[in-house]
């Protein structure tokens, strides 16, 4: 009785081994030939989406941003900068969100102006924010001059972007690296700390020193700025 008991008992798991072996020989065959899992697969790849970005040509309108000794806008060389940044950025396969694409802005005050700018950032459901800007001294060609970055270091992701972003800068060597900085010890930025999207400002060189501003207002400048800024985001988000 209790050797036909073994005997059931052994008969049970080999059948129950059985079962295991081919409902997993099964699963997987229709793992790989089965049409269902595929489809799934092929629809998960078709509803991933590259990030959206939103880029902030700074200022526009009646708001000029800094002047050169020459008299030329930062608003004038913010948006074509930022254009081509989109460019790049979109061949790569971003979604661009741009906060203005000519100079035609409806001027409501600047804190609106700033508001209504993230506000689309967070209507569009962006990743990123990048605000392009010049930044300018108090005298004309006064010993001031080179690009920063501006980040709130408490987002760990945005903030190793604003990296990627500067050894980008780095590689042209246009000018010197004043590095990045956390506006949580400097000071706010209303585009960076108060949008609900991520952001990063570049002030790009400054427009009141003669030999960044020659460069940011050169087309080889703006060219070589935009590749390496769009470069260094795919680098550091796309791959
Ligand atoms: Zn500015």
Redesign the pocket.
Known sequence: MKRKLRVKFLAGCILMIAGCCFLLSHFTFSDEKGFISNTNYTIKACEYSMPTIVLDA??GGMDA??VSISNVY?KDITLPIALMIGDYLTDYGYQIVYTRVDDEIEWIGEREELQRRIDLAEQEEADYYISI??NASNAYDDGVYGFEIYSDFRNEEITQLAYAIENGLNGIGYTIDRGVKNTQETYSLYVIDQNTVPALLLELGFISDSDDFNYLNSQEGQTNIAQAIAQSIHAQLGE
């Open positions: 700074g200022h941003g800094g930062e800007h010049l």
